[in-house]
């Protein structure tokens, strides 16, 4: 069953929005659907925290669950359970290949999912927009870039296996 961390600074924002969103992308997959676990964390979480408002309210817009969400710091337990780790920004990636460097060659960017290499913008704080482009952003990268969640992500369970 394999397990993708997606990652950002207070895991209010980004991360549950992507979480969301690639969790609904690969239950839409034949017959693995229940196979796949996605989850999220922050670098400096703020632990219990919900996603922000303009977040839950792109994810409600979109049909995606909210539900109980609430954010946790990352761990070594999260990390070593994770197949693929997606980061939002540079900053998060090299951190956590630092501090975790046995878990180092799983940790990407999403950027790196389209063959690019960038960081997300973090519309915390922000107007509304901010946040909707901040979802089309994530839309997009996951759209494109889901062959090749999938392949890394596969490709790391079955060796954990």
Not at 110 to 138: N, Q
Request: with cysteine; charged share 20%; net charge neutral.
């Amino acid at each position: 069953m394999p397990t993708i961390l997606i990652v950002c600074t207070a895991n209010i924002c980004r991360s549950p929005v992507a979480e969301a969103l690639l969790r609904r992308q690969l239950t839409a997959l034949p017959i693995e659907a229940e196979s796949w676990t996605v989850v999220s964390a922050g670098t400096w979480a703020l632990v219990g925290r919900p996603p922000a408002l303009y977040s839950q309210e792109m994810m409600r817009e979109h049909g995606l669950e909210v539900g109980d969400k609430r954010a946790q710091m990352i761990t070594s337990g999260l990390m070593q359970q994770a197949d693929l780790v997606l980061c939002m920004e540079a900053g998060h990636a090299e951190a956590l290949r630092v501090e975790f460097p046995a878990d180092a060659t799983k940790v990407y960017l999403l950027s790196e999912m389209v063959g690019l290499k960038y960081s997300i913008s973090d519309p915390y704080g922000g107007p509304r927009e901010g946040y909707a482009a901040m979802f089309r952003e994530l839309s997009r990268l996951l759209d494109e870039g889901l062959p090749r969640i999938v392949a890394l992500a596969r490709a790391q369970a079955a060796r954990r296996s």
